[in-house]
């Protein structure tokens, strides 16, 4: 336990420090605890180190961790690709989600969100860095997708995720979350109301936080580096 309490303590302090160079106070930013490939036993720990908000993006296992730590008051977040034949395990277990990034995920996890619950709350996944490789919308079809989205029943459009391409130059890192921040106000500006910017990592944070992140998405920095399989 120590070592994550440990680890968990010292990215909440590079979080604070980040947020007072940016002007902002901590309290705006929420860390996310990104836990896939990390065992349910480790996620306690870091539960008993006052972390509430876990990120996955493996649905199956996923799901077995929900219901392992279903006495314990988390709030989980899906981070991951989407597959169709995952969305209802995502609409039914997940408070969150932060890689949508087609219409017809976004239509079967409405239609799948179970009347019981409040409304899943999403952000739409830009990619921002034009990866062939990589998920998410192109930046100039962001507007049709948050409009198709905003329209849906049990869902609640939240904001924008980004995944940028990796890089060591904080001045290339703050340009690709700068362009995600701008999307965000673009969107705003035609009458959206979104408030989440979901980015940086455990190598970037600190550039997502100067330009305005909402959600940090750690992983690495609190569990260690994920065991190859």
């Not at 990592?201 to 998405?217: F, K, N, P």
Request: proline residues 4%; glycine residues 6%.
């Amino acid at each position: 336990m120590t070592t994550i309490s440990n680890a968990l303590q010292a990215v909440r302090q590079r979080i604070a420090l980040a947020a007072a160079a940016a002007g902002r106070p901590a309290g705006s930013i929420q860390l996310l605890a990104v836990s896939k490939a990390v065992s349910a036993a480790a996620i306690r720990q870091a539960y008993a180190a006052g972390q509430r908000a876990f990120g996955e993006s493996y649905v199956q296992e996923a799901a077995e961790k929900v219901e392992a730590l279903n006495d314990l008051p988390l709030k989980w977040h899906f981070i991951g690709p989407i597959q169709s034949n995952k969305t209802r395990l995502i609409a039914e277990n997940f408070s969150w989600v932060h890689s949508l990034d087609r219409a017809r995920i976004a239509d079967r996890l409405a239609a799948q969100r179970p009347a019981g619950l409040s409304a899943l709350q999403v952000c739409l996944q830009v990619n921002v860095s034009n990866e062939p490789s990589k998920s998410g919308v192109a930046p100039a079809e962001l507007l049709q997708l948050a409009r198709h989205v905003q329209a849906l029943p049990q869902l609640k459009l939240r904001g924008l995720m980004a995944i940028p391409a990796p890089t060591g130059d904080p001045l290339r890192q703050r340009q690709a979350f700068r362009q995600l921040r701008q999307l965000l106000e673009q969107l705003n500006a035609e009458g959206f109301q979104l408030d989440t910017l979901s980015m940086g990592m455990s190598d970037d944070l600190e550039a997502a936080i100067a330009e305005g992140a909402t959600i940090v998405r750690v992983g690495s920095a609190i569990f260690g580096e994920r065991q190859k399989a």
